[in-house]
């Protein structure tokens, strides 16, 4: 047991069937039904394997997309296709989460199988917005549809999910509740390591928040202002341009337009607040960086034309930030600041991360597209830490309880392993 929490060491799995809550959310290409990238699959990798060289019967859930943010849901069956590879065995793809079809596979099984289930959102008592809204409690959570038919055909709970132990839904927290619980090796090396930081993290200490979950990168600045934990806070891409025009500045319609129509208008009234009240602390971009027929254009803050349409900061708040980064202690990183999968505008999002991986101080980076962008500058090896979890990282900073955690250490006390 670590933090209160059953690990794999506490059980003996041979023979039983385990329902397995992994985060394997990655960005998929729909056209070729392929992963664009398959970092949360191979961090998930160690768990699977162990359960399985121990002779469990693994069930493994997970969610693809998101209601919210992207409202982008899709199926799960990529992601078997890359864990067959990844693990040199079958992880046979059903497609449903728990009605018949699911079930009857889950009582086929033989002992070392991996079969992995749909797309949990696709129940709608899994999917976020229905969390918001009703907030179940963590018992409630255990009489829905998907607990109360799986669970009877199982013997033992994990949760690897640590990029998703911010949410407060079934396959997270319900299960818990009646079955015997552990967090999986991925799940128990991240709370460690971002627990151990945050416990005294050396100043000065800098957060990056660019990336395009704007409510979880809000409320992260005011967490770790308000908490004393960031000397600064860099901005880019939108969270950058929201608190601009919140500031009355001109942003250009191409980029207030895109804020707008995101959902995030009501993101630069509340920016007002914040920065009233950290305006010593959070950096604003000095320029900003559009592509006019396929050329990077610059333009400084305060004279950014009208019709100017942001998708990168500037060069020269590039270099401001990078000696930034060069003088910190503690830096982590949510989030790129630009469109830096283009040429064009991959910027300032190329020059952080090589900052980070130049900086002497320790790096975190966080979130599935910062995962991207660190491979995609050649930089992984020279980061202190990159984490699988983008808003459950951001969430556990706030020094909340996190609701798996809760639920997992809950269980632990119900369940007391043998
Ligand atoms: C993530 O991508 O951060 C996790 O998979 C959780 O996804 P969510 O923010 O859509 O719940």
């Known amino acids: 047991m670590r933090f209160g929490i059953n690990t794999l060491d506490d059980f003996d799995f041979k023979g039983k069937t385990v329902l397995c809550r992994v985060d394997l959310n990655q960005p998929v290409d729909k056209s070729t039904d392929t992963l664009k990238s398959i970092h949360r699959i191979k961090a998930c990798v160690p768990t699977i394997k162990e359960l399985s ?21 899709y199926c799960t069956r990529p992601h078997a296709k890359v864990l067959t590879e990844l693990l040199g065995f079958e992880v046979k793809w059903i497609e449903d989460v728990c009605n018949p079809t699911a079930r009857n596979a889950i009582k086929e099984m033989k002992n070392g199988e991996v079969i992995l289930l749909d797309n949990v959102r696709f129940c709608s008592e899994e999917q976020t917005l229905f969390e918001m809204n009703l907030k179940l409690t963590h018992e409630q ?28 839904q079934p396959t997270l ?5 009646v079955l015997p619980s552990a967090m999986g090796r991925l799940f128990e090396q991240e709370y460690c390591v971002v627990s151990e930081l ?125 000696d930034i980064i060069l003088n910190a202690k503690t830096v982590f990183a949510n989030g790129p600041v630009g469109v830096f999968e283009n040429q064009p505008s991959e910027l300032g999002t190329k020059i952080l991360f090589e900052s980070m991986a130049d900086t002497e101080g320790y790096t975190v980076v966080g979130g ?13 090896d020279k980061l202190g830490y990159i984490c699988t979890g983008g808003g459950a990282l951001i969430r556990f900073l706030t020094g909340e309880e996190l609701p798996v955690v809760k639920a997992l250490r809950h269980s632990a006390k119900i369940f007391p392993a043998k």
Do not use: W
């Open 368 to 380: 599935g597209d910062s995962v991207t962008a660190a491979k995609k500058y050649n930089v992984t």
């Open 173 to 177: 927290c319900g299960f818990e509740q």
């Open 53 to 73: 060289d121990k002779g469990a019967k693994i069930v493994l859930m997970a969610h693809q997309g998101s209601d919210i943010e992207y409202k982008n849901f």
């Open 198 to 322: 945050m416990e005294q993290p050396k100043h000065p200490c800098v957060f990056v928040l660019g990336g395009a979950k704007i409510s979880d990168a809000f409320m992260m600045m005011e967490t770790v202002l308000s908490s004393g934990a960031a000397d600064k806070v860099l901005t880019g891409g939108l969270v950058g341009e929201i608190i601009l025009s919140a500031k009355g500045l001109e942003i250009g319609k191409g980029t207030l337009d895109f804020i707008l129509k995101s959902g995030y208008g009501d993101f630069i009234e509340k920016a007002k607040g914040i920065y009233e009240k950290y305006s010593d602390k959070i950096v604003l971009p000095s320029d900003l960086a559009e592509v006019k027929d396929g050329n990077r254009v610059e333009a400084k803050t305060g004279s950014i034309p009208a019709d100017f349409n942001a998708v990168d900061i500037g060069t020269e708040t590039s270099k401001i930030y990078r």
């Open 141 to 168: 959570q255990a009489k829905t549809q998907v607990v109360t038919k799986l669970a009877p055909l199982a013997d033992l709970y994990v949760c690897d999910a640590f990029a998703a132990a911010h949410r407060d």
